[in-house]
């Protein structure tokens, strides 16, 4: 069980929560304090002006709403920004996302009735999930048209992925014994006017990329394995002149793989005595693929531990507006819905990953070029050259998809469109930013994926097994219950899609 209330939350809990099926509870005490801060703004708003409880939204603040439609103009407001379109977010990242949205509540700034609280933790803990769509809200003012969705829900309208289906709102409810929450104050406002979109696909999105992180350090020390590189590029010694953690990090647990390893060599055992030769056939240093992976991956796991702190500082913030102060007794208007802090997370986040992938096609395509390797076949062809075709097939899909990234690795920080009649004249385009780098993620696993399985074709074609590291020899063995050794061309692609779960669901060497 995670509670929600009682200190910040952390990735791990939210991992909990979304991958381990843990439940959500909430902390008494801070419920007693979302109970407070509504009654305080109940209360205080009476005779006085105040932004979304009795004025109109955005430009058309300027118009008072009398006391009799106050309640009318949240449903309104609910309704006509449930204007999603695309495709439904994906269950992981709309129960991240209401995570998120449940976070921010319960710091007891919104002035909602406990009651969305309640509603928030029952669906979540009953995976019934509202259907939010990718395209809408531009980031501040919140995930606006993400969030009205959920709103939606909330209010018991709309559709819910329930049970693997989508199904109506009210139906589902009505099974389960859910009740919709009432509008008491501004329940409408308080529930799509935040970064819970974003920030909720920030979080799904570190969660992935760090496993893809680890699955890249880890298929980079294979390959430095199989092909009996040099270990010095890999050692303590030379990345320690080198300032920067994440470059040592992966450094380490690159050599963390490769213990016990019998391919992988030492270079005074081999080229630091007298030699004859003068022209050497063995490379004395290796591609940069392969030597320079700490210097490459490096920056990716900095980018990693700095888009943590701050999604995470997101997570546990109040992303509304206004801010309900009960202690002080005060409103405050500002724009804490406003997204650029996870907007320029999540595109230094999607162009590490691009990076990573691009590194992970040029060691695909070292194995697969024999004219780069001198060391295996064409292709990684293991039957007949000219008849059969190995991985040759499976590389176009892995420079297609790396292509896609890059084009998507352009940055949507950068691309504020004013609208809203120019109330909204600089916006943050974080959820689009997230969503992409989700997509930038799962395409790398795709190239992860066909990189693994050539590298296991290696080292079929070596007969190696004995000789690796016995993490290197554990990853062959599972991945090759999955898909053995093939030598006859046959459709490949069931397969590589049952790796790209292997590499999703099961944990690499521990980055973190």
């Known amino acids: 069980m995670v509670v929600l209330g009682s200190k910040s939350l952390t990735l791990d809990e939210v991992y909990r929560v979304l991958y381990a099926g843990e439940e959500l509870s909430l902390d008494a005490a801070a419920l007693q304090q979302v109970e407070a801060s509504f009654l305080f703004l109940q209360k205080f708003s009476a005779k006085k002006l105040i932004y979304g409880i009795n004025t109109g939204f955005g430009p058309m603040a300027q118009y008072r709403i009398s006391d009799s439609d106050t309640f ?57 999930y509202p259907c939010v769509f990718e395209h809408g809200g531009v980031g501040a003012s919140g995930d606006l048209v993400q969030l009205a969705h959920l709103a939606l829900v909330l209010i018991g309208e709309g559709e819910v992925w329930y049970e693997d289906k989508m199904q109506p709102t009210a139906e589902v409810f009505a099974r389960l014994g859910l009740k919709p929450i009432g509008i008491h104050v501004r329940e409408g406002l308080a529930i799509i006017n935040g970064t819970s979109a974003m920030t909720g696909a920030g979080l799904v999105n570190l969660i992935q990329a760090r496993q893809l992180l680890g699955w890249a350090v880890t298929l980079s020390a294979m390959i430095n394995e199989i092909v009996e590189a040099f270990d010095d590029h890999l050692s ?128 695909l395509n070292y194995l697969l070029n024999e004219k780069l390797n001198h060391k295996f076949p064409p292709f990684m062809n293991l039957g007949k050259l000219g008849f059969n075709f190995g991985m040759q097939g499976a590389q176009f899909t892995a420079t297609s998809t790396v292509a896609e990234n890059q084009t998507l690795s352009f940055p949507m920080y950068v691309h504020s469109i004013p609208n809203n009649n120019d109330n909204q004249d600089i916006v ?85």
């Open 72 to 128: 009318q103009l949240q449903y309104n407001l609910i309704r006509s920004h449930s204007t999603g379109a695309g495709k439904p977010l994906s269950p992981v990242i709309t129960k991240a996302l209401m995570i998120a949205r449940l976070s921010s509540f319960m710091q007891a700034h919104s002035g909602i009735h406990p009651e969305v609280t309640i509603l928030l933790k029952d669906l979540i803990n009953k995976n019934v």
């Open 236 to 363: 303590a010694e030379l990345n320690a002149v080198k300032m920067h953690v994440g470059q040592n990090t992966v450094a380490a647990k690159m050599r963390e793989v490769l213990q016990g390893s019998s391919m992988v060599r030492h270079r005074p055992d081999h080229l630091y005595k007298e030699l004859e030769e003068e022209i050497f056939k063995d490379k004395v240093q290796e591609y940069y693929s392969l030597r320079c992976v700490p210097q490459i991956l490096g920056p990716v796991y900095d980018t990693l531990i700095q888009a943590e702190k701050v999604v995470i500082h997101e997570l546990n913030s109040v992303s509304d507006n206004p801010v309900v102060d009960h202690e002080l007794e005060n409103v405050f208007h500002g724009g804490n819905f406003h997204g650029d802090y996870i907007s320029l997370e999540m595109d230094k986040l999607k162009i590490a990953t691009t990076r990573l992938s691009m590194l992970a096609e040029r060691q």
């Open 428 to 512: 943050s385009m974080g959820c689009n930013s997230a969503l992409m780098a989700n997509k930038v993620i799962a395409n790398t696993f795709e190239v992860l994926a066909i990189h693994t399985l050539t590298i296991m074709q290696a080292v079929d074609y070596l007969q190696c097994q004995d000789r690796l590291a016995g993490f290197s020899r554990k990853v062959y063995q599972e991945v090759r219950a999955i898909y053995p050794k093939f030598i006859e061309d046959s459709p490949m692609y069931k397969n590589l899609g049952k790796i790209k779960e292997y590499l999703l669901c099961n944990e690499p060497v521990k980055m973190f």
